[in-house]
């Protein structure tokens, strides 16, 4: 009988609530410079050995940009430059949509990828970014290192929201 619930429950997939992003999201004092301290691997960051940075800018249309850094094994930088906009006009501006495709390419919506602030510190020394697929998931700090009781609450705070941390990939930054 186990064997047939196991084999009956397999065809079911449950649906999972999407993750909440932060009510709120003061662009102005999420501008400037975040560094990443982890994050889930994807294939956009194949190369990146560490020393990765994001920083936003917010433009006078109410859009940011956004420039990802990272060191790679031969040493040398690779850059992106990108845009974030509101993903929903009525939606909170936490949830954001960003763009590394050429400009000419924007109105293609596959182009945009979800870029959720699913978690912001008091005083935005630390974030949680993501996205309803929970394929993506990073760890953002203001500086290049944080204590370890901060990874664990982060870790904490992640796998609340449904992440799956066991393949999560800890950024070496070796700044201070």
Known sequence: MLAVLTHF??????????????????LQRYAGTWYEVARLPNRFQERCTGEVTASYELREDGTVT?????????????EAEGRARKAEHDGPNSKLEVRFAPRWLGWLPFV???????????????????GPSRKYLWFLSRTPKVEEATMQELD????????????????????D
């Not at 429950?9 to 003061?26: G, K, R, T």
């Open 112 to 130: 945009w990828a979800d870029y959720w602030v699913l978690h912001l510190s008091p005083h935005y020394e630390h974030a949680i970014v993501g």
């Open 9 to 26: 429950s397999s065809l079911f997939v449950i649906a999972q609530e999407e993750p909440h992003p932060v009510p709120e999201l003061d």
């Open 66 to 78: 956004v420039i990802n850094r990272c060191m790679q094994a031969n040493g040398k930088w690779t």
């Open 156 to 175: 904490r705070r992640a796998s609340e929201q449904g992440y799956d941390i066991k393949d999560l990939v800890r950024t070496v930054n070796t700044a």
